[in-house]
């Protein structure tokens, strides 16, 4: 009978505190939904940040570097050092029977609980940031393969500029973009090449292919006589 | 018992986070991570010992090797992914900045260059005495670039006039260019620079990093 008693005991000391650690759990993931930072208790979020940061500061021409080095460790102290110790060491003297069986617990949900909510939402988290990393990756290489076209477009479209500027007995077509061609140390380069599609007397387009998008391209209409440019974009580079 | 574990395991992780410090934060987390690995691996071994059964034991481990993994992957994607972020942030100022460049530096230069060739072959002068008569302010050495804000840090410089030849040489103060050791026009290395040529044959530019 009294061994029933105990038992009965054990069930429900043990479903209170179940219920006390998954409250903690429910607590710390509505925190972090509310404070809009899904993942407080990562350590890796927190550096990401901070190196964003960087990025943004470089962006802005300024070279402070940004605050958070204690938060980093912070969160990993407490995610990887003092949480899971304490779900280590809580289970360990539950396990043992020494010590004060509640407080061994406590340190089993405590612990266990930071320790769960860093680690096991790592896995989906991982999967997602690859797919993100993949998809970036794609779109970033033809940015800067759109980017390299359209600083040879331009250089080219000031050499055509020239020439229309210049008298024929300078080489230039004097007023004129008849008789125009692209030098060849500006027509090919490393990534891509640019040709002309339409020459006329007050107008030229040029037309800019990437290497590494061979089906896609960068078209430069030049006006002549007032010098306005404009781009057209095809394919990959359609962004 | 406990507390010497907590703290040990504070002290070193907090010592490998410390000791490997440089300018990039991912170096001190990096460190301090492979510490707080070691710690739970030790951690675990101790206090999965008897009277744990050999099946709780390799469940544990098995659990633990599990979120090891999925915390490996998390962090390490997330350094990829916030270096490439910052990258690519800077690699986008940099593109805006020669944009601005190419746009800025080419058209004073065509300026004096029309106004050059509009002028009778026999009165035309020099490029230098026509850029100095448009520009007599713009000595050489000057930056004649007004910042279109307090961020911008472009500077465009007269680098040299003569009779055949006025050179600009734009140069950012701030933003990286491609090669971080390339000298840059005021002394400084590795910033955003090119160079707007103005000859006889026409106007010429150079992106130089």
Redesign the interface.
């Known amino acids: 009978m009294n061994q029933k008693t105990e038992a009965n005991k054990g069930g429900v000391r043990r479903l209170l505190f179940g219920s006390l650690g998954s409250l903690l759990l429910l607590a710390a993931f509505y925190y972090s939904w509310v404070s809009g930072h899904p993942a407080s208790f990562y350590p890796w979020v927190i550096a990401a940040r901070i190196t964003i940061q960087e990025g943004l500061n470089g962006w802005s021409g300024w070279s402070t570097v940004p605050a958070g080095r204690f938060d980093v460790l912070s969160a990993l102290l407490i995610g990887f050092v003092v949480c899971p110790a304490l779900f280590f060491l809580g289970w360990r003297s539950l396990r043992t029977g020494r010590g004060s069986r509640m407080a061994a617990m406590l340190l089993l949900i405590i612990g266990g609980a930071v320790t769960v909510s860093v680690s096991v939402p790592s896995f989906p988290d991982a999967l997602r940031s690859r797919k993100r990393m993949v998809e970036e990756k794609e779109q970033r290489a033809a940015w800067n393969a759109k980017d390299n076209l359209m600083q040879a477009l331009n250089i080219v479209a000031l050499d055509a500029q020239s020439y229309w500027v210049l008298p024929p007995a300078k080489g230039g077509g004097n007023n004129s973009f008849e008789g125009y061609r692209i030098p060849e140390h500006l027509g090919s380069h490393g990534t891509g090449r640019v040709a002309i599609v339409k020459l006329g007397t007050g107008e030229l387009r040029l037309r800019g292919w990437s290497t590494a998008y061979p089906e896609s391209s960068v078209l430069l209409e030049l006006d002549g006589v007032g010098n306005r440019y404009s781009f057209s974009y095809e394919g990959a580079f359609r962004l | 018992?406990?507390t010497v574990?907590?703290i040990g395991?504070?002290a070193a992780?907090?010592a490998s986070?410390f000791l490997s410090g440089g300018?990039?934060?991912?170096q001190?987390?990096d460190a301090?991570?492979i510490a707080?690995?070691l710690?739970?691996v030790v951690?675990?071994g101790f206090?999965?010992r008897k009277?744990?059964r050999f099946r709780t034991r390799l469940f544990t481990w098995c659990i633990l090797l599990l979120?090891?993994t999925?915390?490996y992957?998390?962090?390490s994607?997330?350094?990829?992914?916030?270096?490439?972020?910052?990258?690519?942030?800077?690699?986008?100022?940099g593109?805006v900045s020669?944009?601005i460049m190419?746009n800025e530096m080419?058209a004073p230069l065509?300026k004096v260059?029309?106004s050059y060739?509009d002028q009778p072959?026999k009165k035309r002068g020099t490029l230098g005495k026509a850029f100095q008569a448009m520009y007599p302010a713009d000595s050489v050495g000057k930056n004649i670039h007004t910042p279109f804000d307090q961020?911008?840090?472009l500077k465009i410089v007269v680098a040299s006039v003569s009779d055949t030849e006025v050179v600009l040489v734009g140069q950012e103060t701030?933003?990286?260019g491609i090669d971080v050791y390339k000298k840059n026009f005021d002394g400084r290395a590795g910033m955003v620079q090119a160079r707007a040529v103005l000859t006889?044959?026409?106007?010429?530019?150079e992106?130089e990093n």
């Open positions: 018992m406990g574990w907590i395991g504070i992780v907090a986070f300018d990039d934060i991912w001190s987390l301090a991570g707080a690995a710690y739970l951690l675990a206090t999965m009277p744990f979120a090891g999925g915390v992957l998390d962090w994607g997330m350094s990829e992914t916030a270096h490439r972020q910052k990258e690519s942030l800077l690699r986008i100022r593109t020669r944009s190419l080419p065509m260059l029309r060739c072959a961020q911008d840090n701030a933003i990286a006889e044959r026409g106007v010429r530019y992106p």
